[in-house]
C-alpha cells in the first residue's frame, strides 16, 4: 500500500480574516492524512475542526503554513482539479430540496463533465455507483426534500462518491443521524477507505464509534474558552491510532474533565464519581 | 415529466402568439393572420397595417420580454437563494428605471441606444449595490428587503426629478413607467431582440454553474466552480434581460418573480438544464397571455400593463407561500 501522505500540513495556521483582522483558531498544526485510512477528527465544539477542514480542502485560506496536496502546494491547483482531487460532505444547508437525490448525486460529476454538464454512459454509471455503495439507490428518483436526515447524509456521500476522488473529507457526517445509521455510516466509509484505497478524513463527537471504526484518530484541542483565543494556547494536535492513544494515556488527557475521566477498559467516557 | 411541460407550453405559445394576432380592437380572422403573415394576402390595407405594424411588433415584445423577466427571475432566485426575488422585488427594475428616467428627462428619448444604455447602467448600479450588501448581509431575506428599500430610494430620486421636469417630458415618462409592450415599433424590435437574445443565450450557457449553485457556494467551489466569476456572469445576464426589457417596455412587475415558480410547479423539479427553459417559455406565455388581456374589446386604448401583471402573479406567489412546506424546492 502506497504509505505517502495524500494531505500533508506543515505548521498550519487556521482561522479566519474578516473585518476585524484575524482570527487564530488554531497554531502550528502539523498533520499528515493517508490513503486506505478512515481518520476522525474529534475535538470540543469551537476546536476548529470545521476550520480545519475547511482550509485543508481550500475553502477557506490558510493563515500561515502551508497545505499539500500529494506533495504538491494547494494553491498550485486549479478549482477544476482540485474538485477532482478532494470532495467534501459539509453541515451547510443547502437549496437543493427540488432536485432529485440522482441530479444531486449527478452534481458530484461536475468536474468530470464538459460544458454543458451533459452525462456520458460513464458519468451515469458512476452515478448509479456511488448511489449503490451510498445505500441510497432506492430513493433516486424522490426530491432531496422527501429525505430524512440519514437518507440526505447518504444521498451527500454519494453525491462525493460520484466526485471519484482520491481525498473525501466530511464535516460531521453522522450528526444527526439515529444510533444504527451512525455506524453502519461510519462502517460504509471504513470499507471505502480500505477497499477503494481512499483517505477518509472526518469530523465527529461520537467517540465510541471513533474507537470501534477509525484507523486514525487526530485530537483537536480547544483555544482557552475566556477572553481572547490567545493562538499560542492551543496546544498541538495528537495523532495517531486509537490503540496508541489509548495505550499512552493522550485519550484521557485529552477528553478527562474534573468530572469525566475516559477508561480504557471499556473504552468509553465515564463519569469520576463512579469509581 | 419535463416533455410533457415542453410539449404544453409550446402548444400555448402557439395559440397564445396568434391569438394575440387575431384579438384586438379590430377583430381580424386567423385565415387573413395567416395570410398576411405569409405575404399572400390581398384584401383591406388597414388589417395588413394593423398586423404587421401593430400586432406582429407587441406580439413578439411580449414573447422576449416575458422570456427575459422570467429567465432573469430565476437566475436571482437561485444566486440569493431566495425564492422571492426578482428583478422587480430586487430593485433591479427600478435602477434601470431611474437610468430611462435621467435620459428622458435630461437628454430627451432621443435615441432608444441612450435609453437602452441609461436603463442598462441603472439595472447595473443595483445589481452592484446588492451584491456588495450581500457580502455584508448573510441573511437572504434582510437583503430582500435592501433591494426593495433600493428600489424606493430609486423610485424617490424619479420623482424629485420628474418635480423639475417639464410637464410634458413628465407625461411621457409616466406613459412609459406604466409599462407597455405596445411601444415598440417594427424598427425598433430588432434592438429588444438583439439584447434579449443575446441574454437569454448566456442564461443557457449558465446551467451547470446555477446547478452547481444550488448546494450553495462551498459545495459549488470544491466541485470546481470558480464562483466568483459565476456570479458576475449571472448578474452581468440578468442586467442585460432586465435593463433592455425595462427600456423598451417600462418596468413590468411579477413576471420575473412569479414564472420561475409556475415552472417549477409544472416541472416538478429545480434542475436548471429544464427548468431554465421551461421558465423562458413560460415566461413567453405569460407575457403574452398578460399582452392579450391588455386590451379592451371594442376600444382602442389598452388596459395598463402594471394592471394586468400582477393579476397573474400575485395569486401564484401566495399560493407558493401557503403551500411551501409542501413544495420541495423551499426546503
Known sequence: MDRSPVIETRSLCIG?????????????????????????????????KSTLLKTLCGLLPALGGEVRIEGRALGSYSPEQLAARIGVVLTERTQAGGISVYDLVSLGRYPHTGFFGTLREEDHAAVRAALETAGIAHKAGCHVAELSDGERQKAFIAKVLAQECPIILLDEPTAFLDVTSRLETMLSLRRLAHERNKAVLLS???????????DRLWLQPACPSDGTPDAGLAGPMVCGTPETLIADGSLERFFGGESIRFDPVSRRLVSRNDR | MHRRAYLALAAALVVLFFLGLVHGAVRIPLRDVLQILFGSYEGRDAWQHIVLESRLPQTVTALLAGASLAVSGLMLQTLFKNPLAGPSILGISDGANLGVAVSMIYFGAASYLTTIMAALVGAAVVLLIILWFSRKVSSNVMLLIIGIMVGYLASSVISILNYHASADKVHQYVMWGMGDFSGVSLAKLPWLAGFSLAGLAGAL??????NALLLGESYATNLGVNVRRARVLILVCTGVLTGVVTAFCGPISFIGLAVPHIARLLLGSANHRHLLPVTLLAGACTALLCS???????SNNLLPLSAITPIIGAPVIIYVIV?????????
Open chain 1, 16 to 48: 479566519y480574516t474578516g473585518r476585524g483582522g484575524r482570527r487564530t483558531v488554531h497554531p502550528g498544526i502539523d498533520v499528515r492524512l493517508f490513503p486506505g485510512e478512515l481518520t476522525c477528527l474529534m475535538g470540543r465544539n469551537g476546536a476548529g
Open chain 1, 204 to 214: 465527529t463527537h461520537d467517540l465510541d464509534v471513533a474507537l470501534q471504526t477509525a
Open chain 2, 205 to 210: 450557457l449558465l446551467i451547470k454553474p446555477l
Open chain 2, 292 to 298: 392579450i388581456l391588455t386590451v379592451v374589446p371594442g
Open chain 2, 323 to 331: 403551500n411551501r412546506k409542501n413544495i420541495h424546492y423551499f426546503n
